[in-house]
């Protein structure tokens, strides 16, 4: 049988943990907007950056999405944000680059949707700016890196950016502030579960 914790012990442990916690929130006082990247091999990346694209649309800030790859297909983050009053919201990709077979198409719709994240990222008005699987971009050579990470570094002070999408490359990792990757453990389209409304798209 576990032993029940002594109260006194307890409450002196819980309490040291609140001392530290309290001193690395206070330590934390720079007031800046960051870069935030979602990557890795499993699912969830795009999701984890919508739902703080709600979290922000909670607060009442003003909002911008571009989605380098998702618009030639419907989503249901299209579906629910594309017409909120405080989203600017894009779907400029052409498809997956083995649906499209056309390198010099996937880069024209890359270049398209970049100038117009580029303008985005230069609007102090926007607290949020999700580039929604923006990563792909530089495996398939569709943009440039560099001019990439020179517009993230100079945009608003304010102004926070999520990046999605697998395989973030090492110098755009280098230029965030925060960075999960997301494993993949199991997926059920491996067990021949076709992909589900509310759930892939």
């Not at 012990?9 to 001193?23: L, S, T």
Request: proline share 2%; charged share 25%.
């Amino acid at each position: 049988m576990k032993k029940t914790a002594n109260p006194d012990q307890h409450q002196q442990r819980m309490a040291k943990i609140k001392h530290q916690i309290d001193k690395k929130i206070a330590a934390a006082d720079k007031q800046q907007g960051i870069i935030v990247i979602l990557t890795g091999n499993g699912k969830g990346k795009s999701s984890s950056a919508f739902g703080m694209l709600a979290r922000s649309l909670g607060y009442g800030h003003q909002c911008s999405v571009i989605q380098f790859i998702k618009g030639a297909w419907e989503c249901g983050e299209d579906l629910f944000f594309a017409n909120h009053s405080n989203v600017d919201y894009h779907s400029l990709g052409g498809g997956f680059t083995w649906e499209t077979q056309n390198h010099e198409a996937d880069k024209q719709a890359a270049k398209k949707a970049w100038d117009v994240a580029k303008q985005r990222l230069q609007n102090p008005d926007l607290n949020l700016v999700i580039l929604d699987e923006l990563t792909y971009m530089f495996r398939q050579e569709l943009l440039d890196l560099d001019d990439v990470i020179a517009t993230l570094q100079q945009r608003p002070s304010m102004q926070n950016v999520v990046i999605t999408g697998r395989g973030a490359p090492d110098a755009l990792i280098e230029a965030a502030d925060t960075v999960s990757e997301i494993k993949d453990v199991k997926h059920a389209f491996r067990q021949g579960i076709k992909a589900q409304k509310g759930i892939e798209f």
